[in-house]
């Protein structure tokens, strides 16, 4: 079945830590998304990938980075600088094309801050 | 930039009433694309109805329908014959037309509807 998978489904990390969140797709999808989801509040962009090698910030890119090296995989990693990671993070995908196309998402990881 | 606005942070109805779901957005784009999406318990974002701002025709999608008032800049959502499955979290969000290939969604605050039996 195409999809997007996100593992792991829940992160604990002890300040000061660096943590990798990964993002995998099948949908043969060109773009690529992160968002942050806190309570009370809507999801937020992070950072988006158009193609392989080449990404974007975007509204709250601070404390985070990214990779885009395959097609099918966009790694976040949430960094030290980062002030308050606790929340949820969900990735999503869509085509690419100029044109709209869904934008479909990911289950996904739940990171918590010790 | 754009911004969107959920004004109803809960509501709560009987299962088969009506329920209507307020969003309201701040533009100054003419051409732009507006979604309700549904976040169940389960977390999983599903897009329940879309809607292209150049479309007078409001958006239908079986039990969902959008009212969708342009000069107003406001885009209800209407569930009709609410079921128990309807219960979640309900998030309005607007978007550009993509001119490269990513398509940068902005969101609401979400409001969480819950069906009662």
């Known amino acids: 079945d195409g999809g997007i998978t996100q593992s792991p489904k829940y992160l604990f990390r002890k300040e000061g830590q660096n943590v990798t969140l990964s993002c995998e797709q099948n949908l043969n999808h060109d773009a690529m998304y992160w968002y942050r989801q806190d309570p009370g509040q809507g999801l937020r962009l992070i950072y988006y990938s158009q193609i392989v090698n080449d990404f974007q910030k975007g509204d709250i890119a601070e404390g985070y980075s990214v990779s885009r090296e395959k097609k099918e995989s966009f790694p976040l990693t949430v960094t030290s600088a980062q002030k308050n990671p606790t929340a949820f993070y969900l990735c999503?995908?869509?085509?690419?094309?100029?044109?709209?196309?869904?934008?479909?998402f990911g289950p996904g990881t739940r990171l918590t801050v010790l | 930039a754009q911004t969107v606005t959920q004004s109803q942070p809960e509501m709560s109805v009987q299962e088969a009433e009506t329920v209507t779901l307020s969003c309201t957005y701040d533009?100054?784009?003419?051409?732009?694309?507006l979604f309700w999406y549904k976040q169940p318990p389960s977390r999983q974002m599903i897009l329940v109805i879309r809607?292209?701002?150049?479309?007078?025709q409001n958006a239908t999608e079986n039990r969902f329908s959008v009212n969708f008032q342009k000069a107003a800049k406001s885009f209800s959502l209407k569930i009709s014959d609410s079921q128990l499955g309807d219960t979640a979290m309900y998030f309005c969000a607007f978007m550009k037309p993509p001119t490269q290939g990513a398509q940068k969604l902005v969101f609401g605050q979400g409001t969480r509807l819950t069906i009662n039996p």
């Open positions: 533009t100054s784009e003419n051409n732009y694309y």
């Open positions: 999503a995908s869509s085509i690419g094309a100029r044109v709209y196309n869904e934008q479909f």
């Open positions: 809607q292209e701002a150049y479309k007078q």
